[in-house]
Each structure stands twice: as structure tokens, then as C-alpha cells.
């Protein structure tokens, strides 16, 4: 059996204080572009996971989390292209800043149950039932 080389990304759910979650829609330049995901990026070598999400939000949002606000929530599974992806979700609640989008198109807050008819990558769309029940 042939081995396929892993990605792992991490993700944050950015929960506000009327427990809204924020997107960002991906770039055009992007591969699946104009898929609203969960902000977040690549897991570095040598990196921890908590590591790369904190650094990943301050490079797409401007803006800087604690890595003891970031709660593991669940992962995600999928294949994409020749490599396969790993997805780590963490919740977080509290940040300092204000996100803004520097890597993405645009940025909007929705409720979990409002998630289910927009257009995801596979990976983050299994993800919205889970926190519909932890929201």
C-alpha cells in the first residue's frame, strides 16, 4: 500500500460573545477559492499545533490569542489531491484585536445552525454539527 503524505492544518472557531462563529471566504488566488473556512493554517515542522494556529491568526486576522484560550474541540479527515489532510479544530473566546481580513476576501460571523448552506471545504463542513451541539 502506497503511503500518502499527511498535511496536518489547525483551525480555530472564533466565538464571539452572542455565540457567533467567524469565517473568512478563501482568496482567489487560493486553491478552492471563495470557500468560506475556518481561519487557520499549516502546522509547521517543529511546530506545535497551538503554536501554528496562534501564529496563523495573527498573520490572516491581525490578531493575537493566548494558547491557553485555545480549547480542542474535534479534527477532520479528507483526502486532498495527492496528499491527505488533517484538520485540528479549537474553539477560542477570548483574542485581543480586531479581525480584519489580510488573507482573505471577506470575513462574516454566523451562528452554527446559519453554517449548513454555505459553501465549505470538505474538510470544515463536517465540523458545523459538532459545534451547533457545543455552542
Given at each position: 500500500?502506497?503511503?500518502?503524505?499527511t498535511?496536518?492544518?489547525v483551525?480555530?472557531?472564533l466565538v464571539?460573545?452572542?455565540?457567533?462563529i467567524l469565517?473568512?471566504?478563501?482568496s482567489?488566488?487560493?486553491q478552492?477559492?471563495g470557500?468560506?473556512?475556518?481561519?487557520?493554517?499549516?502546522?509547521?515542522?517543529g511546530e506545535?499545533?497551538?503554536?501554528?494556529?496562534v501564529?496563523?491568526?495573527?498573520?490572516e486576522?491581525g490578531?493575537f490569542?493566548d494558547?491557553?484560550h485555545?480549547s480542542?474541540v474535534?479534527?477532520?479527515?479528507?483526502?486532498?489531491?495527492?496528499?491527505?489532510l488533517?484538520?485540528?479544530?479549537y474553539?477560542?473566546r477570548?483574542?485581543?484585536g480586531?479581525?480584519?481580513p489580510?488573507d482573505?476576501e471577506a470575513?462574516?460571523?454566523?451562528?452554527?445552525?446559519?453554517?449548513s448552506g454555505i459553501e465549505?471545504?470538505?474538510a470544515d463542513?463536517?465540523?458545523i454539527p459538532i459545534?451547533?451541539a457545543?455552542?
Amino acid at each position: 500500500m502506497e503511503k500518502i503524505p499527511t498535511l496536518t492544518v489547525v483551525a480555530a472557531a472564533l466565538v464571539d460573545a452572542s455565540g457567533r462563529i467567524l469565517l473568512q471566504k478563501r482568496s482567489a488566488h487560493r486553491q478552492m477559492a471563495g470557500l468560506w473556512e475556518f481561519p487557520g493554517g499549516k502546522v509547521e515542522d517543529g511546530e506545535r499545533p497551538e503554536q501554528a494556529l496562534v501564529r496563523e491568526l495573527e498573520e490572516e486576522l491581525g490578531i493575537f490569542c493566548d494558547p491557553s484560550h485555545l480549547s480542542p474541540v474535534t479534527f477532520a479527515s479528507a483526502d486532498v489531491g495527492p496528499r491527505h489532510l488533517l484538520l485540528l479544530l479549537y474553539v477560542c473566546r477570548e483574542w485581543r484585536g480586531t479581525p480584519e481580513p489580510r488573507d482573505a476576501e471577506a470575513l462574516q460571523w454566523l451562528q452554527p445552525r446559519d453554517m449548513s448552506g454555505i459553501e465549505m471545504p470538505p474538510a470544515d463542513k463536517p465540523l458545523i454539527p459538532i459545534l451547533e451541539a457545543l455552542i
